[in-house]
């Protein structure tokens, strides 16, 4: 079965795809290069839900809970 899948290219030139992919091991792939540049920014769901998530994880309470994986100094 031939499935296309979106991905982007960063500027070190490795290829990055957008969403999972479960394969059996030896599979081809093609990488076609296409004429415009990706918004990669779009397609970051940690970067999109960042502000929202912030909220929680930057309360006291949330430190509080996560200081044993601390490293004392």
Known sequence: ???TLEAVIDS????????DVSLPKGHRALV???DEAADVGTYE???LSEESLAEDWLRP???EVWSHLQLER
């Open 1 to 3: 079965m031939i499935q």
């Open 12 to 19: 070190a030139g490795r290829v990055r795809l957008l969403e």
């Open 32 to 34: 076609t290069v296409l």
């Open 45 to 47: 769901p940690a970067l």
């Open 61 to 63: 309470e949330e430190d």
